[in-house]
């Protein structure tokens, strides 16, 4: 019928939430697919569950799914359950708030219904080719959760193999040790991994800030001196590839190799200005502000393009961070100074540039692999600023390779 004839009724707003929701093929089986018997059902539901209650404006799309999987995981209407974790996963809901309900629902459903929910969940991405990476709870690989006794304390995060050169991994400004999870993994059968949270970030404690640099070289310092394990090799990328070159510079015993990935060791004086709107941005706005900024920053378009559920899920992470403790990192790493005396660092060092990263751009890594006696520059062609997320292979071949050509990989 010709829809100019035809005004818009409850059933064609409700159709429009339902194929929204659940996706072109369901719709064209549940709807077209009617017959005498059930039309006047599938109308019912049209009108009243998916315009009445889901075209509602008190709750988003993506908290209504999750509620849903709640109560059907809750009911153990798994049919039902199956139909929106599908559509959940297959509309771009981040596996992290799944998990979160799931593992909320094993609370509150009791652990036999959540086995199931993950049970089916994990078919479901499976299915999609979407599995995420492996985390055996095996001896070694399993991750064990610390803290530092000395204050303020840091979360750390500690797994891998009992022989071969201790690994210690440096996040970005805004995110946390879970940045890491998948090289992590993938070092640990060969490698001990310590994996921290910048002072203010993910689990560690969040003093007052200001903070300044030399406070978080010195948090790194004493995190390696309590694992025992040294002289490490440090990966930092962005601000924790600043924290690196300071420790290399401070502290170089307690290296034996520096991988700086995405960073920088001076910015221009005009950046500057860009960083006073951004925290005064966050002070009157929370990370709400500039989280879009960030992520456009971190990750280019052709990537959050092809994996919106990656993308959301970093922009959630960031969402949750501290923002007086992300003012006071600002504050810090604003302040970076260090391409003059990159040429006291003795330390063996990898330089990896994304080759689309406006942040910290290859000029910058040229700078600072030119300053460092001996030091190596590594470009990934189609990496931003988050390059161990957006090239995870071509990210650990070439820290491999070059692990391997200073002596500090296993055989």
């Not at 404006?57 to 908290?63: E, F, K, N, S």
């Not at 009911?75 to 297959?90: G, T």
């Not at 003059?340 to 990896?352: A, K, N």
């Amino acid at each position: 019928m010709d829809t100019q004839n035809h005004p818009e009724d409850d059933f064609d707003r409700g159709l429009k939430n339902r194929r929204a929701v659940l996706g072109d093929a369901w719709i064209e089986r549940s709807t077209a697919g009617a017959t005498a018997f059930n039309a006047d059902f599938q109308s019912l539901i049209t009108r009243y569950a998916w315009h009445d209650i889901w075209g509602r404006p008190g709750l988003d799309h993506t908290t209504r799914r999750l509620l849903v999987l709640g109560m059907t995981m809750g009911l153990a209407r798994w049919e039902e359950f199956e139909l929106h974790c599908r559509a959940s996963i297959q509309g771009g809901v981040p596996l992290e708030m799944i998990k979160e309900t799931l593992m909320q629902g094993a609370i509150y459903c009791g652990v036999p219904a959540a086995n199931t929910a993950f049970k089916i969940t994990m078919d479901i991405l499976r299915a999609e080719g979407l599995l995420p990476p492996p985390a055996p709870l095996t001896p070694g690989v399993r991750a064990s959760h610390h803290h530092t006794f000395s204050q303020p304390q840091l979360h750390l995060a500690v797994q891998g193999a009992d022989a071969g050169e201790p690994i210690v991994l440096s996040h970005a400004l805004g995110l946390d040790l879970t940045m890491w999870d998948g090289l992590a993994a993938a070092l640990a059968p060969e490698h001990p991994v310590l994996r921290y949270d910048h002072r203010g970030h993910g689990g560690s404690a969040r003093p007052a800030g200001p903070y300044t640099l030399d406070q978080m070289i010195d948090d790194a310092a004493r995190a390696i001196r309590e694992w025992g394990r040294g002289p490490v090799v440090f990966i930092g990328l962005s601000m924790g590839g600043m924290v690196g070159q300071g420790l290399a510079i401070k502290h170089p015993e307690l290296l034996q190799g520096l991988v700086l990935a995405n960073t920088t060791s001076q910015y221009p004086e005009a950046a500057q200005p860009v960083w006073t709107q951004r925290i005064a941005a966050v002070e009157q706005g929370g990370l709400a502000a500039v989280a879009d900024g960030a992520i456009e920053r971190f990750l280019h378009a052709d990537f959050r393009a092809a994996h919106p559920g990656q993308v959301a899920a970093v922009k959630a992470q960031l969402l949750r961070s501290d923002a007086p403790s992300y003012v006071a990192c600002c504050e810090a790493i604003r302040a970076v100074d260090w391409l003059g005396r990159l040429p006291q660092v003795t330390t063996p060092t990898l330089v990896i540039a994304g080759a689309r990263d406006v942040g910290a751009t290859p000029a910058m890594a040229e700078a600072i692999a030119q300053a460092i006696p001996g030091a190596e520059l590594k470009i990934l062609a189609d990496a931003s600023h988050l390059s161990v997320m957006e090239q995870p292979a071509e990210f650990e071949a070439v820290l491999r390779q070059w692990l391997q050509q200073q002596g500090l990989a296993v055989g």
